[in-house]
């Protein structure tokens, strides 16, 4: 119970004859009958909070981003009229900077009897699930002297899934792999390893894939043509270690790289691909196998929106041990882990061998556009010495490339805006060449 309506009180105060206020409101109320009157009545005529009922409903996930709206439903079953003030709380990552306040508090009045709705719009700052707090509602008397306030437990969860900013980039990586299918008009049939039809012998065409047979059949010389393979099985390992939790910009690596495996998740799918995904540091974070078709993503982004990066170092014969199980047969194993030389030459390059004796496997690194801008630097003294760091940090990326690269094994450095890309075109030309 709370005390309100200073300005109706002191206008009170202010009859009382001189000598006669006391400082405390105790002394107040008994020496001024009538306004004692008025409060106990204000505070009786007060809807009760404990009795009302609150149910929530609306939006259960949304993309980082995007706004959602969550609405509570407020049931007045006493007689008495709800004249309320309501708080809807929820964490702090769930609002944008300085908008809580008007995001989260709601005016309402609800006759008896009746029920009324009020509408919280959330924009989360941060992936995972956003669980509400308490809902605390004051509720007023006629006259705002006396109110009486509680808190309710109404539980609602929203799940902020990734905002696959690359998905802008999927049409155009469509195009070039209906061109590799043969199934738009190009100047060259796609490459690959999978026969898909005959047709006749053009200047320029590689005389390997004459078909002798056919030819004889027919009074021209026939060509074979190919297609790359289909149903391809691809595992996308995100490591989740202490490298991932590096910021790149606004945010950790971990989230550039989740962008670029969506992406060519999405890719793959349409190709035909069967695609798992696998995150781990020490231990499995999340694990999703045997998703196809429109399943596909919806379950990669619900997977993907509870990982945090650990502050832990990846244990690597772990990571490798658990890809080689969930990739028995020949695979493409996407790696998206750092790049850092001390990592990758304890931990990775050892285990390599066990991988790419049977799979194909690209490593893909998120790059630090911060990196390139330092060693551009010039015309002081610190701009001098950070491009020195900035080129010496370059080149021990180059040469750990280049190490793996010995192994057999494709490398994708670049930026967060281009990681997603880039990994794709990778894909694309491994596709293309046949090694798939």
């Known amino acids: 119970m709370a005390f309100t309506g200073r300005a109706a009180l002191l206008a009170a105060i202010g009859t009382l004859p001189v000598g006669l206020w006391d400082p405390s409101w105790t002394g107040v109320l008994a020496v001024n009958t009538p306004l004692a009157l008025a409060c106990a009545c204000d505070f009786a005529l007060a809807a009760p ?9 609306g939006d259960t996930s949304v993309r980082l981003g995007d706004p959602a709206e969550v609405t509570l439903t407020v049931t007045n079953p006493g007689g008495r009229p709800l004249r309320a003030r309501l708080r809807d709380a929820w964490p702090p990552s769930t609002w944008r900077p300085g908008t809580e306040t008007d995001a989260s508090r709601h005016r309402l009045t609800v006759p008896p009897g009746e029920r009324r709705r009020v509408t919280t719009r959330l ?43 690359s998905r802008k980039h999927l049409p155009s990586k469509l195009a070039r ?10 100047l060259t049939r796609g490459e690959g390893t999978e026969f898909d039809s005959l047709r006749e012998y053009v200047p320029g065409d590689d005389t390997r894939s004459i078909d002798w047979r056919a030819t004889a059949r027919h009074s021209s010389v026939a060509v074979r043509t190919w297609r790359p393979e289909r149903d391809r099985h691809i595992l996308l390992v995100l490591d989740t270690g202490r490298t991932s939790a590096g910021r790149v910009g606004d945010a950790p690596r971990l989230d550039a790289s989740m962008d670029a495996a969506l992406l060519l998740a999405a890719l793959a799918s349409r190709a035909g691909d069967r695609v798992d995904l696998l995150a781990h540091d020490r231990r499995v974070r999340a694990l999703v196998q045997g998703k196809t078709g429109g399943k596909l993503l919806p379950a990669l982004v619900n997977a993907m929106a509870t990982l945090e990066p650990e502050l832990v170092e990846t244990d690597a014969r772990s990571l490798t041990a658990t890809a080689l199980r969930c990739a028995p047969r020949r695979s493409l194993i996407v790696l998206l882990t750092g790049l850092d030389a001390a990592p990758i030459e304890e931990g990775l390059l050892p285990l390599l061998p066990q991988l790419t004796r049977r799979h194909t496997v690209v490593l893909a690194a998120v790059a630090d556009p911060h990196i390139a801008a330092m060693a551009g630097a010039r015309g002081t003294v610190d701009a001098v010495y950070q491009a020195a760091a900035a080129a010496q940090a370059q080149e021990e990326r180059r040469r750990t490339a280049e190490r793996l690269g010995r192994h057999g094994v494709t490398v994708v450095d670049a930026t967060p805006d281009t990681l997603a890309p880039a990994l794709a075109d990778a894909y694309l030309a491994l596709k293309a060449a046949g090694r798939l």
Not at 49 to 57: F, I
Not at 138 to 152: A, C, D, M, N, V
Not at 177 to 186: A, K, Q
């Open 123 to 165: 924009l989360p700052t941060r992936r995972g699930d956003r669980r509400a707090d308490r809902v605390t509602i004051r509720s007023y008397g006629p006259l705002g002297l006396f109110t009486r306030q509680g808190s309710h437990e109404v539980p609602w969860t929203v799940r902020v899934l990734p905002p696959f900013h």
């Open 177 to 186: 792999l209906r061109e590799l299918d043969g199934r738009t008009s190009v």
């Open 49 to 57: 909070v404990r009795r009302l009922g609150l149910t929530r409903s």
